[in-house]
């Protein structure tokens, strides 16, 4: 099992550029979620989808985020444009059930900073 | 579903000593997952609680489900330095929504 692959590890990026965030599930997962994580926030959920489909996109912050989820193996969340506030650690996970009780399974998740 | 709120923020140790974080909700949960987090790494699943009064343990690691599910505990005996890291505990909301709460971070000391 390679558990649910994120890319890339680190990013740096200047205020303005487009980000793109990539992540493959664990195959046969039918759940994948979209997590920021920084020391002032916490974990927020952004986003998530359940059999490629977007459920709930509440925590997406501005319309300068957008994620998309075109087959059940490839999900990316984009920035146009980025800013500094964006900096953080940005996870993908996948789940196996589109259920509540099924744990989540974490990418390593990608440093994105923006100056 | 609404963030679980958890005490300590913080909490330093001596290894050896006892550990425990606990997790408050103001509403019902339908269970809760406990997850860990190496400094710079990601979280990882611990356990999952469903029934009330539950009670679960992992080696040195006890998990406890409140009678009214509206809190849980995570107690660690006699920790060690692989203890380290941030502790959290997370709800389902609608659908399965997972909502982190605000974490425990754990430091221990030779």
């Known amino acids: 099992d390679a558990g649910v692959i994120q890319s890339p590890r680190h990013e740096v990026t200047e205020m303005g550029q487009e980000v793109t965030l990539r992540c493959k599930p664990i195959?046969?997962?039918?759940?994948l979620f979209w997590y920021r994580q920084t020391m002032m926030r916490g974990l927020e959920l952004l986003i998530y989808f359940n059999n490629n489909v977007p459920i709930d996109d509440s925590g997406m912050p501005e319309d300068r985020f957008s994620a998309k989820m075109p087959n059940a193996s490839f999900s990316t969340l984009k920035i146009q444009p980025s800013e500094p506030r964006d900096s953080a650690v940005y996870f993908c996970?996948?789940?196996?059930?589109?259920?509540?009780?099924?744990?989540?399974?974490f990418g390593n998740g990608t440093r994105l900073t923006v100056t | 579903g609404q963030q679980v709120m958890q005490i300590p923020q913080y909490q330093h140790v001596q290894e050896g000593e006892d550990f425990t974080t606990y997790c408050n909700s103001s509403t019902t949960l339908s269970n809760i997952q406990w997850y860990k987090q190496r400094p710079g790494g990601h979280p990882v699943f611990l356990i999952q609680l469903v029934k009330s009064g539950e009670v679960k343990k992992q080696k040195r690691l006890t998990f406890q489900f409140g009678e009214a599910k509206k809190n849980s505990s995570l107690h660690i005996t006699a920790t060690q330095t692989t203890d380290v890291g941030t502790y959290f505990c997370a709800n389902p909301g609608g659908g399965n929504k997972l909502t982190f709460g605000t974490g425990t971070q754990l430091k221990v000391e030779l």
């Open positions: 195959s046969g997962h039918n759940s």
């Open positions: 996970a996948s789940s196996g059930t589109p259920r509540g009780n099924s744990p989540l399974h």
